[in-house]
């Protein structure tokens, strides 16, 4: 698992940290392939004393939180069933863990992938042979020979394992924005043609070789290799959009958003509804933010759940330190519910369209959530903008800051309304201030 922009104690405005090991390509092939021997080993059963590796075969995130649907044996664990139980994903509430399943069964899965079209590293770049490890562990990999072979090559890179978790993870809200404004088509043929755009080749617009094209330069010049963060995922997903509707608002026929940038969470009135005139198309609001130093603030906590509420939520891509995660919603009040990327699946020709779902997801507490994160909301109209601020205002969303005018965002804001409430708090980022040359990035350009 690769660390997130947020676990890398991320000036936010410098996305890529640190580059990987030094070590040269031969110090790290030794180890490599010692590993892999030892792995090979225990595969064709010429040894028995191996542990036996921990990653698994089937299509279900790897997590150390507990499933909701696995069967639940244990005494203490049936009392506590009885007690009814509350499910939101993506704005939609459940009485049951197999209604909740039903719905996130419908939503679209992206993984870390092994064998796609290569990339070539950069000079001064991580090198691939030093994410070897996270990827040959994994069982579901070493089907392959072909595939295997493609994993040693020194020079490109052919799979994300080990690095590319936030790309995933913006993919997944992305594909599900896609999904929600298109079902309509029908859902098996958008469903597919919406994976098109997201395959692991240069072709695809939203595939992870785009998503690093796009940032490769000014002002974040990731290389392949390094780990994207909340400002590098937004503001792929502004540039890959803008550029596939060049002429055409149907593209692949599927319709696609315009994507609107906002790092402090700032929302005007007068801006939002002349997008909607200018680009005569729905909008995904992307909100990148640092929601405290080391550790989520309590102070937000029932803002992140109300987000997740709303029927206009296509999810965060955020995580726990060292790992980005797709969260979908939640259980109860207290547990976000999320897909999980870092399994690695093998680049398949013709793409399976199992592989792009799954029935398992994973829990973590809202308290042991990174600070770091990528909220994103899709409007498809002034009117549901209009709703949409309704529900914040209701709920006193302390994330988000609704302004009338452009020109009166300066003389407003919420967060400082309740100052009293957090200005003790160590893990407090008062989102209304603009951060200063160094760290801000305009992702709006």
């Known amino acids: 698992m690769e660390p997130s922009s947020a676990a890398s104690s991320d000036n936010e405005a410098v996305e890529a940290p640190a580059l990987a090991p030094s070590s040269s390509d031969g110090e790290v092939a030794d180890s490599v392939f010692g590993r892999f021997s030892a792995l090979m080993k225990e595969i064709t059963g010429t040894s028995t004393d191996t542990k036996e590796a921990s990653t698994s075969t089937s299509p279900a995130p790897a997590s150390s939180e507990s499933n909701v649907f696995k069967e639940e044996n244990e005494p203490k664990q049936q009392q506590a069933d009885l007690k009814p139980r509350t499910y939101v994903v993506l704005g ?3 009485d049951s863990a197999h209604a909740a399943k039903e719905r996130i069964q419908r939503l679209l899965w992206l993984s870390y992938r092994c064998g796609f079209e290569p990339i070539p590293k950069s000079e001064d770049g991580p090198q691939p042979i030093a994410f070897f490890p996270s990827i040959v562990f994994s069982r579901s990999t070493l089907s392959n020979l072909n595939n295997l072979k493609s994993l040693l090559d020194k020079e490109h890179f052919t799979s994300d394992a080990g690095w590319g978790c936030m790309i995933r993870t913006s993919q997944n809200l992305l594909a599900n924005a896609l999904l929600k404004l298109n079902l309509a088509a029908g859902e098996a043929h958008t469903q597919e043609k919406i994976i098109d755009l997201f395959q692991d080749n240069s072709q695809a617009r939203f595939s992870l070789h785009n998503y690093i094209d796009a940032v490769s330069g000014e002002p974040l010049n990731i290389e392949p290799g390094q780990w994207f963060g ?3 995922a937004s503001l792929s997903m502004k540039r890959l959009t803008e550029k596939m509707h060049v002429g055409n608002t149907k593209a692949a026929e599927v319709t696609i958003p315009f994507v609107y940038v906002s790092e402090n969470c700032d929302l005007y009135d007068d801006e939002i509804e002349g997008l909607f005139v200018k680009e005569k ?18 102070y937000y906590y029932s803002s992140i759940l109300q987000l997740l509420s709303s029927r206009f939520s296509v999810g965060i891509a955020g995580g726990k330190p060292s790992s980005s995660f797709y969260f979908i919603g939640y259980e109860e009040d207290d547990e ?12 398949e020709s013709p793409c399976r369209m199992e592989s792009y779902h799954t029935a398992d997801y994973s829990k973590l507490k809202i308290s042991m959530l990174d600070p770091s994160m990528m909220i994103g909301v899709l409007l498809e109209s002034m009117k549901e903008y209009q709703h949409f601020k309704l529900e914040c205002s209701a709920a006193k969303n302390k994330i988000l800051h609704f302004h009338p005018l452009v020109t009166t965002a300066a003389q407003e804001s919420s967060i400082n309304q309740s100052w009293e409430e957090v200005q003790g708090e160590e893990d407090f980022v008062n989102l209304s201030v603009v951060k200063n040359e160094e760290e801000f990035i305009d992702l709006g350009k």
Not at 336 to 347: A, R, T
């Open 281 to 298: 198309r729905p909008l995904l609001l992307l909100f990148p933010i640092r929601l405290g130093i080391d550790q989520v603030n309590r």
């Open 92 to 94: 939609e509430k459940f």
């Open 336 to 347: 976000l519910i999320y897909f999980d990327p870092h399994l690695p699946q093998v680049v």
């Open 230 to 232: 909340p400002n590098a």
